[in-house]
């Protein structure tokens, strides 16, 4: 769980931010569209399937006016691909899955996602990386959606799974697939920390750690670690210089800070 007070987003943040993500529903009745801040609800006209914001479609569900049909990549197929991928494939030991590419399908402001009419991307959560026809928006072909994961899949696996089980094929694999691959890319993620950490190190750099595929809450969970560890780090940094400058103070010209160094640089100027 992320640290509070170390500004990173707590899990109930994350996944009231998950809730922007776009599901496809199948409504069971009809019901006029909606302006709200975000965008227009089109009309629900049953069984067309329609494109929702998460926090209305489980919203809809709770009424029992609409089903919601899952993304592809949450699935036992799709998931058992992704696991199998993450633990078997050698190029993948230290890294994670790619994320699903970004649309590039010209419309307008709709909720369907991609390019809007003045040529601009829309970003997620706007893209619609958790919709039940996925693939056929993106026009790819193959496996990829079996391949990749969104980037608050986490968030929207338990939520859909907690509201809307019944519409998820074999629900409780889905589940026990989930916790594993949660395991798998938090050992990963851990196991990545510490290579990249001592690698920088001893090269006495502050480059980052490229994170392609990492989702929303592990980054969340990682950062509350890292930023705590980070500042107890500084913190007995600068506890030791505070400590060799008193002590060359008290000291006089003696091995200090700078040591007998600083004296013969100032010799030669």
């Known amino acids: 769980m992320a640290h509070p007070s170390l500004g990173t987003l707590s899990p109930s943040e994350s996944a009231f931010l998950a809730e922007l993500e776009l ?4 409504p069971r009745q009809k019901m006029s569209g909606m302006q709200l801040l975000g965008g227009n609800i089109p009309q629900l006209r049953p069984p067309t399937r329609t494109p929702l914001p998460l926090w209305l479609a489980l919203l809809l569900k709770r009424q029992r006016r609409a089903d919601i049909a899952p993304p592809s990549w949450l699935s036992t197929h799709a998931l058992t691909t992704i696991l ?8 993948l030991r230290d890294e994670f899955c790619d994320p699903p590419r970004l649309t590039q399908t ?25 919709l039940a026809d996925f693939l056929n928006i993106t026009g790819a072909e193959g496996d990829e959606p079996e391949q990749s994961l969104p980037y608050h899949w986490l968030e929207v696996s338990q939520m859909l799974l907690a509201e809307a089980a019944d519409d998820i094929p074999e629900s409780e694999a889905v589940r026990r697939l989930l916790r594993d691959l949660k395991e798998v890319r938090a050992a990963k ?8 950490g001592e690698r920088n190190t001893a090269l006495d750099s502050n480059a980052g750690i490229r994170l392609n595929g990492i989702g929303s809450m592990e980054v969340g969970e990682a950062r509350g670690f890292l930023c705590g560890v980070v500042d107890e780090l500084r913190r007995l940094d600068s506890s030791r210089e505070a400590s060799a400058r008193e002590a060359w103070e008290e000291g006089g010209s003696g091995a200090g800070p700078g040591g007998a160094g600083d004296s013969e640089d100032e010799d030669m100027l």
């Open 106 to 130: 010209t419309g307008s402001t709709g909720s369907a996602g991609g390019r809007r009419a003045d040529n601009t991307m829309q970003t997620p959560p706007f893209q619609p990386t958790s």
């Open 84 to 91: 199998d991928r993450e633990t078997s494939d050698l190029t």
């Open 189 to 196: 993620l851990r196991r990545r920390w510490r290579t990249e």
């Open 23 to 26: 599901v496809t529903v199948v």
